[in-house]
C-alpha cells in the first residue's frame, strides 16, 4: 500500500519556521507543506516563501504564508493532517492554546525536536537557547566568543534567519565582518541590533541568512 503523502502548515514567525523546514520537510517527499503561518512580526505575512528556497522538485510555485488567524481555515482547507508550532517568546497557555485549535480542527499538533532540526557540522558547536526572548543569549553568545578567542580558538557565530526582507531571496545566505556588510544587506534595526556587536565591539565574523 502507497504510503499518504501528509499535509502540513509551519506555524511560525520567520524564523525557525523556515529553519525546521529547511532541515526536516524541503526535500521530504513523506510531507506536503500546503502553508506557513506568521504571527510576532508585522509584515511578514501575505507573503510567498519562494521556490528557491522551497525547492523546486516539490514546490514549483513556492509556499504561500498567511496570518495565523487564518489557522483553522487553512487546516480545512488543505485538509492538513500535522501542524509544527516553531516559534518562540510564548507562554505554555499559548502554545496549548494554539494545540487546542489545531486539535478541534483535526489536524495534529507537533514540536520538533533537535534530531530532526539540528544542521550536521565536522566543528565543534556550543549551542545557547533560552526559554524566551529577551533572557540574554545575544550577551551570552559574545563572552563564550570572547573566552573562546582568549584561549587561542578561532570562532564564527551563526544564528538563525531574521529573514523581515520581503525578497526573501536576498537573504539565502548571510555573512557579516563589518559595518559595510550590515549595510550592504539592509539590515533592520533589529538585525543591526544583533549582528553589529559582533563585528564591531567583538571583531568576529557572524554567520546567518534564511538558508
Same mark, same amino acid.
Given at each position: $500500500? *502507497?504510503?499518504?503523502?501528509?499535509? /502540513?502548515?509551519?506555524?511560525?514567525?520567520?524564523?525557525?519556521?523556515?529553519?525546521?523546514?529547511?532541515?526536516?520537510?524541503?526535500?521530504?517527499?513523506?510531507?506536503?507543506?500546503?502553508?506557513?503561518?506568521?504571527? &510576532?512580526?508585522?509584515?511578514?505575512?501575505?507573503?510567498? @516563501?519562494?521556490?528557491?528556497?522551497? =525547492?523546486?522538485?516539490?514546490?514549483? #510555485?513556492?509556499? #504561500?504564508?498567511?496570518?495565523?488567524?487564518?489557522?483553522?481555515?487553512?487546516?480545512?482547507?488543505?485538509?492538513?493532517?500535522?501542524?509544527?508550532?516553531? @516559534?518562540?517568546?510564548?507562554?505554555?497557555?499559548?502554545? $496549548?492554546?494554539?494545540?487546542?485549535?489545531?486539535?478541534?480542527?483535526?489536524?495534529?499538533?507537533? !514540536?520538533?525536536?533537535? %534530531?530532526?532540526? $539540528?544542521?550536521?557540522? %565536522?566543528?565543534?558547536?556550543?549551542? +545557547? =537557547?533560552?526559554?524566551?526572548?529577551?533572557?540574554?543569549?545575544?550577551?551570552?553568545?559574545?563572552?563564550?566568543?570572547?573566552?573562546?578567542?582568549?584561549? =587561542?580558538? %578561532?570562532? +564564527?557565530?551563526?544564528?538563525?534567519?531574521?529573514?523581515?526582507?520581503?525578497? !526573501?531571496?536576498? &537573504?539565502?545566505?548571510?555573512?557579516?565582518?563589518?559595518?559595510?556588510?550590515?549595510?550592504? *544587506?539592509?539590515?533592520?534595526?533589529?538585525? $543591526?541590533?544583533? @549582528?553589529?556587536?559582533? /563585528? +564591531?565591539?567583538?571583531?568576529?565574523?557572524? @554567520?546567518?541568512?534564511?538558508?
Amino acid at each position: $500500500m *502507497q504510503k499518504k503523502v501528509r499535509n /502540513v502548515i509551519i506555524i511560525g514567525a520567520a524564523g525557525r519556521d523556515f529553519h525546521n523546514f529547511n532541515t526536516f520537510f524541503r526535500h521530504n517527499k513523506n510531507y506536503n507543506v500546503v502553508a506557513f503561518t506568521a504571527e &510576532q512580526i508585522p509584515g511578514i505575512d501575505d507573503r510567498m @516563501y519562494p521556490k528557491e528556497l522551497a =525547492g523546486e522538485d516539490l514546490y514549483p #510555485k513556492g509556499i #504561500k504564508i498567511y496570518p495565523e488567524s487564518m489557522l483553522t481555515e487553512l487546516i480545512k482547507k488543505y485538509d492538513v493532517d500535522d501542524c509544527v508550532f516553531a @516559534y518562540s517568546d510564548k507562554p505554555y497557555s499559548y502554545v $496549548m492554546g494554539v494545540s487546542a485549535i489545531v486539535n478541534a480542527a483535526g489536524a495534529n499538533f507537533w !514540536l520538533m525536536g533537535p %534530531k530532526d532540526t $539540528m544542521i550536521p557540522s %565536522k566543528k565543534p558547536v556550543i549551542a +545557547v =537557547g533560552a526559554t524566551r526572548t529577551g533572557c540574554g543569549k545575544s550577551q551570552t553568545s559574545r563572552k563564550i566568543i570572547e573566552y573562546l578567542v582568549g584561549m =587561542g580558538f %578561532k570562532v +564564527v557565530a551563526v544564528r538563525h534567519p531574521m529573514p523581515y526582507d520581503p525578497d !526573501l531571496n536576498k &537573504q539565502i545566505v548571510q555573512r557579516f565582518a563589518c559595518v559595510d556588510d550590515l549595510k550592504y *544587506q539592509n539590515c533592520t534595526i533589529e538585525e $543591526m541590533e544583533e @549582528y553589529e556587536p559582533h /563585528v +564591531v565591539t567583538k571583531r568576529n565574523v557572524i @554567520y546567518a541568512g534564511v538558508d
